[in-house]
């Protein structure tokens, strides 16, 4: 065949290698295949103090561990200060006695320090993943707020990183980081008050050298800043490019895609690990710049201290060792800061990812003067609605529909006709851009979500199934439910006898998405959950699309049953499907187009008569 | 069964525990070797700054004794310029040691994540159909950065403790033996705090990473099932399923915490114990007049070089149990062998699209899935299958790519058994588009062009035609350039499945199969795909699965499928006589048909005159 010739070898070459280079396009990028974006600003108090306003609840720990942190750092402080008696007073004067009791002082120390340690680290641990436990509780309480929308310009994937990754990112900051830099702060004050107060001229030689680091660190801050934003960002590129590859492998393999994905990774690895080096290069500098210029103020303070000693001024052996010990105490913590530093930037990342979800505004919410809709006849009308998903571009214009209790709606139309749009009102997923929707003459907006959506039951296109057990998939309609009333349900929908039929029944054990079982009887099983529920409202939404014409048949004859009552919204392309509806509406482009019984469109001769001609052609083949 | 291939591995169930974790711990190891150059040039600088350590506290000795007490000043300023060169010294080394060890740790990570990532790319359905996405992630992930910490961070600061202790001890040692001894009289307590401390973290790790794995694997769910969640109200059910599972993490966390609490201020205890008793018998033996008082100073600060080795053990244990936890979950994936690869010899040529089913048997556990398939497919021919739900259509179809392997028979294609053929070069042929429709992240140009990425955007918007796609893509904001999230989401399920079936022609199939490829598309534009289709795949072999018999009453071979059975096969017209199951189905569409003709007969239009 000529259709797809061998020509033009380089048709979409531009695109991957546009795909490639992250900078080389000015298009939206936000979800790539492989990108993730990188939200990422100089430090920012507020967003600081945000975090750690999840302290305040834990306010009694946090003072509590912060005494214990004083007094860790004062018994580790204390020890050099008695080494530098033991040597002076005692060692040199011979006194034993003396030694002796400042050898048990020291002792005593040691087991303040062991039980100070132990409940800083056990209490610690319990306010660092207190905090964690909520931040991911309200992270998840609020994405179970979020409409649609959120959802639509999300993958997965990237939702999931904030809820797990950033937050454990968050983990080390609080439990380790926040740590360490209270101790390294409480050390360096307590050292150089120590400093000071053993002999102030030394303490201001030997601390002559700090601007000079502080030069060479805020010199470096920023360049490590950028390079290890460039490091997270191409991090992201690989799980975003993970993610993807893990969900969409069976099309992979179908395509026989494995070498260029494998060949895309491996650059993207590479872009990673040359972005990694480049950061580490420059990190690096931190560590032995603070080590020469500790070693620099020991020379420092032993060449001043020496002079003092032979001047003959008030200056021991013991002062000037005590003194150096000090100062390397002083270091430490010095060098911890420029990683605490580091680790603070990443986490501050993170704990903008995370506020940036908790601040997306839950746009469907109930109202704060939301009524409880009792049970509902089941009366709908949609009273001039307008509609997009974005506000630039709308799918739904000026839609007027009535349905009275217990009808059958079947919405008719072309594929992106607007069909699932209209359904998804009903449910209150979007909020029309304007016009009301009214159940029972009640506006929607102005009930709770809650009791609206208690009383819609809704089958979609795609079936999903939870992990866990055919009867849990079953009972997620009704959290209540007997088993009898599971089974009847089963029974009603024909999915009973396919259950039995598997290894176990209704324990049988479903994987996420369900693989086991076919699409049909993922659908059926979602019927059943449906059905479960006892809607007054039920919506089907191409549900019966992957269903032999046989099952169908036998769906169709139970739901004839259980409509009864309830009125219902019908989506489907066999037109044999929705003939008996009480109510046909015609969506074309955005627009009903024609509305009315079977037999009265057929008479007007417009766009569904055409629909009903063509399917009977079709049908006339056979 | 599909037999060779399971989540977890449970070859090496019989081996003792310490035979398996020196085996992790040895294959772990074995991922540095490539950088080995590395490593060296790390060990030897990182050899170097240890000795050149060993050099200050000894100039400080020095100094006290002769410069501050014995009053050499000459001595002062060789003394001040020689720890000033040796810090110099020892910056240097610092700044090359970490760059080299830091390319060991990218290097390792880097070859880890690609073989992984191949691994997977090998794997099976069969693998796929077990495992959650989720939880695969949260390895990929999480696990990969503990092997990073070991290798570039804990590797190296065990070397450098097992080295200053022995470094240290000698020096001590020549000091003053009777001290030293002082001091190392609480190793074995240490030892045994070590050991007891190593045996509690490692297991409260283990259960954290599984932990957060399914901590993961319950928010992908949610996520991925969002609109049954919200359609059902169900969202206080999925923060109470979320917080049990956020608690449990809470709980094994803080309990690994408290292991810590427990062991390593203990641990600190035991060196402190070593420094205080330097300090009285130490100070004891000057007093006495044994010791000089630089001796003294100086040992002393060499004591502070073997107590943090001392004390750091508790910090690299932890990361070694850490990373040997993870090291195990990544060799578990690697270790999957995949139920489904190209043998060795394997048959790899052009395909010319006949098919075969001989005696075909596949069951799942325990369920038969496909029992006694006989089929003959010449090329060129159109097969339709048709039968109920769960009568086993797809898992036929799928035995051709070799999805899955047939538990009994064979499937031949081109005589060759699909096991002796390339897969590559099999799958290369057979274009498919499956029942859920999966569209990447893409622009929806290059989902086209999935399969052949050196399609020109002719070819590409020629599948789009043949499709039935290339109209609403034009109309998209941005053409074939504007990108279709995970998922497909933001295009319609008919529009989803039209972007497949073009993404399936492109790959210009020698057989492709349509997996009910049409079910959400409506009848008028399933019927375009339909014409445009027989011209397209006039020669090549065709697969259709479908419910409506419109789509499918044109095939050249109908099969009939009930219980994993073909029941019934022929044409159309053959069939009506022949299968009964076939005939009811006809029977009720055509009914449906009937009554269709009648109403609209009854409003008084006939079907006469329409156009196509």
């Known amino acids: 065949m000529t259709w797809c010739r061998q020509q033009g070898q380089r048709g979409v070459g531009w695109l991957a290698k546009a795909r490639k280079d992250p900078k080389a396009t000015s298009k939206p990028r936000t979800n790539l295949y492989d990108q993730d974006e990188a939200i990422e600003k100089p430090f920012d108090k507020a967003q600081f103090v945000r975090l750690l306003s999840f302290l305040r609840p834990y306010r009694q720990t946090v003072v509590y561990v912060l005494a214990l942190m004083i007094v860790l750092a004062v018994a580790n402080l204390s020890n050099p200060y008695l080494m530098k008696i033991a040597i002076d007073v005692h060692i040199t004067n011979g006194n034993l006695l003396g030694l002796s009791l400042i050898g048990l002082l020291l002792l005593g120390l040691q087991f303040v320090v062991l039980y100070c340690s132990r409940q800083r680290t056990r209490l610690m641990s319990r306010l660092g993943q207190n905090i964690l436990l909520d931040m991911r509780a309200q992270l998840f309480a609020h994405i179970q707020r979020l409409s649609f929308k959120f959802f639509d310009s999300r993958p997965a994937g990237k939702i999931m990183v904030r809820i797990t990754n950033d937050v454990n990112q968050l983990n080390q900051l609080l439990t380790g980081g926040l740590v360490n830099l209270i101790t390294d702060i409480i050390s360096l004050v307590g050292i150089t008050l120590v400093m000071f107060w053993m002999n102030w001229q030394l303490a201001l030689f030997s601390l002559l050298v700090v601007p000079l680091l502080l030069l060479i660190a805020t010199k470096l801050r920023r360049l490590v800043r950028e390079t290890w934003r460039d490091v997270r960002y191409r991090n992201a590129n690989i799980n975003a490019n993970l993610q993807e590859t893990l969900s969409g492998m069976r099309v992979i393999q179908c395509f026989g895609r494995e070498e260029t994905n494998l060949q895309h990774f491996r650059d993207l690895n590479d872009d990673y690990k040359n972005a990694w080096m480049r950061a580490m290069r420059i990190n690096m500098f931190f560590g032995p710049s603070v080590d020469i210029t500790q070693v620099i103020g020991s020379v420092v303070v032993y060449w001043f201290g020496s002079q003092l000693l032979f001047a003959g001024n008030n200056i021991t052996v013991g002062e000037l060792v005590a003194f150096i010990g000090y100062l390397g105490r002083f270091w430490g913590p010095i060098s911890d800061l420029s990683n605490i530093y580091n680790q603070l930037l990443i986490a501050m990342a993170s704990a903008e990812r995370v506020f940036e979800i908790l601040d997306y505004p839950v746009d469907i919410d109930d109202a704060p003067d939301a009524i409880e809709l009792g049970t509902i006849r089941g009366e709908v009308i949609f009273d001039n609605v307008t509609f997009g998903y974005n506000d630039d571009r709308m799918v739904l214009q000026n839609i007027n529909l009535h349905a009275q209790p217990g009808q059958t709606i079947a919405l008719v139309g072309p594929t992106g006709a607007g069909k699932s749009s209209i359904i998804n009102l009903v449910s209150r997923f979007y909020d029309p851009q304007a016009g009301s929707i009214y159940i029972d003459g009640q506006d929607i907006r102005k009930v709770s979500l809650n009791s609206l959506r208690r009383q819609i039951g809704l089958v979609l296109q795609d079936t999903f199934i939870f992990s866990g057990t055919v009867r849990d998939n079953i009972r997620y309609g009704r959290l209540d439910a007997t088993e009898a009333e599971i089974i009847a349900a089963a029974k009603a929908v024909n999915a009973h006898e396919f259950i039995m039929q598997l290894e176990r029944g209704y324990d049988t054990e479903l994987q996420e998405r369900g693989s086991k079982l076919s699409v049909g009887q993922r659908q059926l099983i979602s019927f059943a959950r449906a059905l479960l529920a006892d809607p007054r409202i039920l919506i089907l939404d191409e549900a019966t699309s992957s269903i032999d014409t046989h099952t169908e048949k036998l769906i169709q004859e139970a739901l004839a049953v259980l409509l009864q009552g309830r009125t219902s919204f019908v989506i489907a392309h066999r037109l044999s499907t929705i003939r008996d509806a009480d109510l046909i509406v015609v969506i074309d482009k955005g627009r009903i187009v024609e509305q009315g019984t079977h037999l009265e469109l057929l008479g007007r001769r417009g766009v569904y008569y055409n629909l009903n001609r063509v399917q009977l052609l079709q049908g006339e083949a056979m | ?612």
């Open chain 2, 1 to 612: 069964m599909i037999a060779g291939e399971s989540i977890f591995n449970q070859n090496n169930g019989s081996l003792p525990e310490e035979v398996l974790l020196v085996r992790t711990i040895r294959r772990m190891l074995s991922y540095a070797v490539p950088y080995w150059q590395h490593l060296l040039v790390a060990v030897v600088t990182l050899t170097t700054l240890t000795v050149l350590g060993m050099v200050n506290p000894y100039f400080s000795g020095m100094l006290v004794d002769r410069v501050l007490k014995g009053g050499e000043k000459q001595l002062l300023l060789p003394i001040c310029g020689g720890m000033l060169l040796v810090a110099l010294a020892r910056g240097v080394l610092r700044y090359i040691k970490g760059c080299q060890i830091e390319r060991v740790g990218q290097g390792v990570i880097y070859d880890l994540r690609v073989s992984l990532y191949a691994h997977l790319q090998r794997l099976s359905f069969s693998y796929y159909d077990k495992v959650r996405t989720g939880e695969l992630m949260s390895r990929l992930t999480g696990d990969v950065e503990a092997l990073r910490v070991f290798f570039s961070d804990g590797i190296l600061n065990l070397y450098e403790c097992a080295l200053t202790l022995v470094v240290v001890m000698v020096i001590l040692l020549k000091m003053n033996t009777k001290l030293t001894l002082l001091c190392l009289s609480m190793s074995p307590f240490l030892a045994w705090v070590v050991f007891r401390f190593d045996s509690q973290i490692r297991p409260a790790y283990s259960h954290i990473r599984r932990q957060n794995a399914s901590l993961s694997a319950v928010v992908q769910e949610n996520i991925a099932g969002v609109r049954v969640v919200k359609a059902f109200a169900r969202e206080q059910h999925e923060i109470d399923k979320f917080a049990r599972e956020n608690e449990k993490l809470w709980e094994r966390v803080v309990y690994s915490a408290d292991v810590r609490a427990t062991y390593i201020p203990i641990m600190d205890l035991l060196s402190g114990f070593s420094s205080v008793a330097v300090l009285w018998y130490g100070g004891y033996q000057v007093i006495q007049g044994n010791l000089t008082l630089g001796s003294f100073v100086a040992f002393n600060s060499y004591i502070w070089s073997l107590i943090w080795p001392i004390r750091r053990l508790g910090h690299l244990v932890n990361l070694l149990e850490q990373a040997l936890a993870a090291a195990e979950r990544l060799f578990e994936i690697l270790d999957t062998q995949p139920a489904i690869a190209s043998p060795a010899g394997a048959v790899s040529r052009k395909v010319r699209g006949k098919v075969e089913f001989r005696n075909v048997n596949l069951h799942y556990g325990s369920a038969d899935v496909l029992q006694d398939i006989n089929l003959v497919v010449e090329p060129g021919t159109t097969v339709a299958i048709v039968g109920a739900t769960g009568s086993g259509k797809t898992s036929l179809v799928n035995l051709i790519p070799r999805f899955y392997d047939v538990t009994g028979g064979q499937v031949l294609v081109d005589d060759v058994d699909v096991r002796d053929w390339d897969l590559g070069a099999l799958r290369k042929h057979i274009g498919i588009a499956l029942q859920e429709t999966f569209l990447f992240s893409m622009p929806v140009g290059d989902n086209i062009a999935f399969g052949r990425q050196d399609a020109s955007q002719t070819d590409i918007e020629a599948a789009a035609q043949a499709a039935q796609a290339h109209a609403f893509i034009s109309d998209l904001p941005e053409g074939y350039d504007t990108f279709v999230g995970e998922r497909g989401i933001g295009l319609s399920g008919g529009q989803r499945q039209r972007v497949a079936i073009a993404r399936a022609l492109l790959t210009d199939p020698r057989i492709l199969i349509l997996d009910d490829a049409t079910s959400s598309v409506d009848m008028e534009t399933e019927h375009r795909i339909q014409i445009a289709l027989r011209s397209i795949m006039q020669g090549r072999t065709t697969f259709i699965i479908a419910h409506r018999l419109a789509t499918v009453k044109d095939a050249d071979i109908i099969l009939v499928m009930e219980n994993g059975r073909i029941v019934a096969q022929g044409t159309h017209d053959s069939l009506l006589l022949t299968s009964a199951i076939y005939n009811d189905i006809y029977q009720e569409q055509y009914r449906e048909q009937e009554r269709l003709r009648d109403l609209v007969q009854a409003t008084g239009t006939t079907g006469g005159g329409v156009v196509g």
